[in-house]
């Protein structure tokens, strides 16, 4: 049992002292046991062996621990000025190409300046984010990098209470962790229905994987081409087919064929990636359907291979270099404590008008 005399100490009631994540360095082990109404070297022992103090000191630093979110620092010596020149940055999955374009330039802008970047994927459902951060918030990393808007509100806790430099890419809010580089969901699928309306389209579907940034560009879609008049009488959206992510060419194929076994008279579809887009392009031949004429095909990211395809690829461009680039000079700047000014950037997107549209 620990020997420490505070061990019959009440439970404080104030609340977790207020930190500024961009001064403090984040929450330390001293809140902790200031919380828990216990000395450092007590709350220490409780996290790291528990069985040297009691059931009730134990669930009072626990309690302390859930409270303000803090991950034990696993570096070497636990100095809040020691800096890692490490980056973290976290993405849906390795196998995306789409975001391949921010990690290069990610990689390259930050080893300009001496760091180094280290990858973990999250997956898409069952996404492994929060058991991630925090084996990367507890190696103290000198950034974080994510892809996408932090979802989970125990996450979004421990990055905030970290002191880490955080940049949130690939989405929009207007409540962001700290730093945000990214564009509207919404808008593309929007812009992207008014396109294909000024070309003529009038029976227009959606062939979508099933994360949720997906989803949301092929919802404004719906919602915008239902108002332009490209739907069926008495339709409330527009014909749809959900495909797993991350997607596959196999998948564009046999999404098409779903699709035109229920809908055979689409005129124009609207994929979420350039990825599934290659395969309706696949299945199109296949088929013998002529693209654009019977079938226009819209896809997002640009990857390289879009426009060698025959016929080429009309797609959504998203400035991935750039999302990289700012998101490192972001984190440098912080990381030595320079002033970011501007830290919420809308990066915008542009629609490359090829000949499958």
Not at 132 to 158: C, F, K, N, W, Y
Not at 162 to 176: A, F, N
Request: proline share 6%.
């Amino acid at each position: 049992m620990d020997d420490t005399p505070d061990h019959n100490a009440e439970p404080p009631v104030a609340a977790p002292p207020r930190r500024s994540r961009r001064k403090s360095g984040g929450t330390t082990l001293r809140d902790v046991a200031k919380l828990a109404g216990v000395a450092p070297i007590t709350a220490s022992r409780a996290l790291n062996t528990p069985n040297a103090v009691s059931d009730a000191i134990l669930e009072r630093v626990r309690a302390a621990v859930e409270q303000t979110g803090y991950v034990p620092n696993m570096l070497a010596g636990g100095l809040a000025s020691r800096k890692s020149r490490l980056v973290a940055a976290v993405i849906p999955t390795i196998s995306g190409n789409v975001f391949l374009e921010m990690v290069q330039s990610l990689t390259a802008s930050l080893a300009a300046s001496g760091y180094q970047l280290m990858l973990g994927q999250s997956g898409y459902e069952d996404s492994r984010e929060d058991e991630l951060l925090e084996a990367i918030i507890g190696r103290r990393p000198d950034g974080v990098v994510l892809t996408g808007i932090m979802r989970s509100p125990q996450g979004r806790q421990r990055l905030l209470t970290s002191g880490i430099p955080v940049v949130e890419t690939w989405d929009l809010t207007p409540d962001p962790i700290d730093m945000l580089i990214g564009f509207s969901h919404e808008k593309v699928g929007e812009e992207v229905a008014r396109y294909l309306h000024a070309r003529g389209k009038r029976r227009v579907a959606t062939l979508s994987a099933n994360d949720q940034r997906a989803m949301r560009r092929m919802k404004a879609f719906s919602e915008t081409a239902i108002e332009l008049g490209m739907a069926r009488p008495g339709e409330t959206e527009v014909p749809g087919w959900v495909v797993p992510a991350p997607t596959n060419v196999g998948l564009g194929r046999s999404g098409l064929r779903e699709l035109l076994a229920r809908h055979p008279d689409i005129d124009a579809l609207f994929c979420s990636s350039d990825m599934v887009a290659l395969g309706v392009l696949t299945e199109a031949q296949a088929q013998g359907i002529a693209v654009p004429d019977q079938l226009a095909v819209v896809g997002l990211g640009d990857l390289s291979f879009a426009r060698d395809l025959q016929p080429a690829l009309t797609t959504v461009r998203i400035d991935g270099a750039t999302i990289g680039s700012t998101a490192a000079r972001f984190i440098v700047d912080r990381s030595q404590e320079r002033e970011v000014r501007d830290g919420i950037i809308d990066i915008g997107f542009s629609i490359i008008e090829r000949d499958s549209a």
